[in-house]
């Protein structure tokens, strides 16, 4: 069956929140209420990563609702909230989706609007913002809450004074897009943020409508201080790509590089052997970190834990060879001094790290290098 538009409703254990929503949703759009606005028919999305009996109650609410209702329900939570979102766009079959929350903060009644101002703007996308106009974040609970609310949406905005430049919300889950504009095999679902996401990865043409952001109807909120990290996570990735947590931590070892270096040497160690401990302790902190802060959305398609351990020593044991013996060389001959000379050379040795383990540690398995050769390797997992 293809409508105008599906109505994607991520949720997890949201059951008691369901009969409600889908009630409204109908009152809204459906014949006696929004027809109209939806000549063409609405549907409604469930994606379901429940881990109670939700499934169960959305077949029931399906089965006598006057909108057709469908589940996705996933074993495999992907991506978590975001995840399920993108799910829900590419099993949409209408030319517009709506995304909103199942707790009914989100009011159903508001979907006729978003969808006539996207009718009569043509816009790419339709932001349901908390702030602006007379927009209202009243149903986030406590002070605390609306203030990470604003503050993570302030800095989104700093970081993308372009593409989010006419969006007061970018945080909000409540929003219309046009499906042929999103390019959904560019987006890294992760988190809480998926508008984000997709602001963030495209140009696109984004109007708003404010609306007064509800209490829950029934249940509790599935918010965690974990989805706030990821949040920070997704920020740094969305701008910078990997470089720049890499170069943090690039940048971090090579201070503890230079400190064991003049530390030994203070103990009267002789600089060679100073160098060596100096490389051998970075390598293996540099490799600790970077598993767990720069490539951690890799590990999985890429070799097992000491696979990749062996290669990234392996490399980057080579490479501080061939350094020692270009400081050993530099010293002797014109620079006498050690850790000046150990700095610059571990600045240049940064970029050729990097480029390495983006494209050899950790490549996804199954994609050989013969087969980049012909060309037709998926380039963009060591891509940002
Ligand atoms: N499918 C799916 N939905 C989720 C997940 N986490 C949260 N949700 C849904 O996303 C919506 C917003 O979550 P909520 O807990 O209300 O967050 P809050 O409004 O920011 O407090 C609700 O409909 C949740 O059921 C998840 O991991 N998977
Ligand atoms: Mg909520």
Do not use: C
């Not at 809480?192 to 829950?216: C, D, N, S, T, W």
């Not at 890499?246 to 090579?254: E, R, V």
């Not at 490799?287 to 720069?294: K, P, W």
């Not at 199954?366 to 940002?384: L, M, N, V, Y």
């Amino acid at each position: 069956m293809t409508v105008d538009v599906t109505v994607v409703v991520p949720t997890y254990n949201e059951g008691p929140n369901v009969a409600e929503l889908v009630r409204r949703l109908a009152a809204a759009l459906g014949p006696d209420g929004g027809g109209q606005v939806v000549p063409g028919g609405v549907e409604v999305l469930f994606v379901d990563d429940s881990r109670d009996d939700t499934p169960a109650v959305i077949e029931q609410v399906a089965a006598r609702s006057a909108l057709p209702v469908r589940m996705i329900h996933r074993e495999v939570p992907d991506g978590g909230l975001s995840g399920a979102v993108v799910a829900g766009l590419r099993a949409a079959t209408g030319e517009r989706v709506v995304v909103m929350d199942g707790d009914l903060q989100h009011p159903p009644e508001m979907v006729p609007v978003l969808l006539a101002t996207a009718r009569e703007t043509g816009a790419d996308v339709v932001v349901a913002s908390r702030y602006t106009g007379r927009g209202d974040a009243g149903g986030l609970d406590g002070r605390y809450r609306r203030w990470v609310s604003k503050a993570s949406g302030l800095l989104a905005r700093s970081m993308f004074p372009v593409k989010l430049r006419d969006v007061s919300d970018p945080m909000t889950g409540f929003f219309v897009v046009r499906r042929a504009a999103v390019d959904l095999a560019a987006l890294r679902p992760r988190g809480f943020k998926i508008l984000l996401e997709i602001l963030a990865r495209q140009r696109l043409v984004v109007v708003e409508e404010p609306f007064v952001f509800g209490e829950r109807f029934a249940g509790r909120s599935k918010a965690t201080v974990a989805n706030g990290l990821r949040y920070v996570q997704q920020l740094t990735l969305l701008r910078f790509g990997r470089l720049s947590p890499f170069a943090l931590i690039g940048a971090l070892g090579a201070v503890l590089n230079l400190a064991i270096l003049a530390g030994l040497q203070a103990l009267g160690v002789h600089y060679l052997p100073a160098v060596v401990w100096a490389n051998v302790v970075t390598i293996v902190i540099n490799f600790l970190l970077q598993e767990r802060f720069v490539f951690a959305d890799l590990r999985e398609g890429a070799h097992g834990f000491w696979g990749r351990f062996v290669r990234s020593f392996a490399f980057n044991g080579t490479e501080a060879a061939v350094r020692t013996l270009l400081l050993w060389w530099i010293v002797e001959r014109a620079v006498p001094h050690p850790e000046l000379v150990q700095a610059v050379l571990i600045l240049v040795a940064f970029v050729v790290r990097f480029v390495f383990q983006a494209q050899v540690v950790y490549r996804p398995r199954g994609t050989s290098r013969a087969r980049g050769r012909t060309g037709d390797r998926p380039g963009e997992h060591a891509q940002p």
